[in-house]
């Protein structure tokens, strides 16, 4: 999973009615990236889209926990029969001083003292039982978020403010975290601090192949060498195109300023997969 596909989720989680349509303006990617995305989500099992029903407003207004203590033997058999009851929303088994905690739902009090005495006090092997009612739900189930990791962090080296900060903004919208650095010492100083996932970087700062430099000891240092470089320079159309070696095995791909935001973006998260 990727932030993509965890947006896609929230926006579902939202409402389970949107269309694929709708989802691709918002994200800004196509239809068929979205759809694409959801039917892989659906087939590992990552994503379920089904229809929830309210039990109170259906009628059932009491609302329990109950918590089983079994014998050993008979846990396994005894949670499957609490399955297939039709009050029984979830069945858990745990650790601890119970076995078995399942959560249902009743259309009064009297229903739910003959679910225990007539049917839970019946299945072979329950013990004890110890039930709690539920006076007001704080967070259902479907309001789960799924936990996030934390965005990839991209090191812009350049020293024109302008281009850090365009950049910038166009890569904190998409989800990114970003620093920046105006010089290759710098960019070298930042990344003994903060390891970034990708560097943005220019080749003419404080020399004509500062930048250069500065990504020749990112390779030769073992806990940098993997980070990707995504070159972007005017370089190319300047009178010192001839300095920039041509056997280098630096960057991972190189962009002639100026670069529109769709082509970056595009560029960062080939190089960030």
């Not at 918002?26 to 239809?31: A, D, F, P, T």
């Amino acid at each position: 999973m990727d932030q993509i596909d965890g947006q896609i989720i929230d926006l579902l989680r939202e409402n389970g009615r949107r269309s694929n349509v709708e989802m691709a303006r918002v994200l800004g990617i196509s239809e068929g990236t979205v759809r694409k995305r959801i039917d892989r989500l659906l087939s590992s099992g990552v994503l379920k889209i089904v229809g929830i029903a309210d039990p109170a407003v259906a009628g059932y207004e009491t609302h329990a926990l109950v918590s089983l203590t079994v014998e050993l033997a008979q846990i396994e058999h005894a949670g499957r029969l609490l399955c297939d009851m039709p009050e029984v929303m979830s069945v858990c088994r745990v650790t601890g001083e119970h076995h078995i905690v399942l959560e249902a739902v009743f259309e009064s009090d009297e229903h739910l003292m003959s679910f225990l005495t007539d049917r839970v006090a019946t299945i072979p092997g329950v013990m004890s039982c110890e039930t709690s009612h539920v006076l007001r739900i704080l967070k259902h189930g479907y309001e789960w978020v799924l936990p996030r990791p934390s965005p990839p962090t991209i090191l812009i080296v350049d020293d024109d403010p302008d281009f850090v900060e365009v950049t910038r903004i166009v890569l904190e919208r998409a989800g990114y975290r970003t620093c920046s650095a105006a010089s290759g010492k710098e960019a070298l100083e930042a990344m003994a601090v903060d390891g970034p996932d990708l560097v943005i970087l220019d080749v003419m700062m404080d020399g004509i192949l500062d930048g250069w430099d500065a990504g020749r000891r990112m390779r030769s240092d073992p806990n940098l060498s993997d980070v990707a470089i995504l070159v972007i320079s005017s370089i190319t159309g300047s009178e010192y195109l001839g300095m920039v070696p041509t056997d280098d095995n630096l960057m991972d791909n190189f962009l002639s300023k100026p670069v529109g935001p769709r082509q970056l973006l595009q560029e960062v998260r080939r190089l960030l997969r």
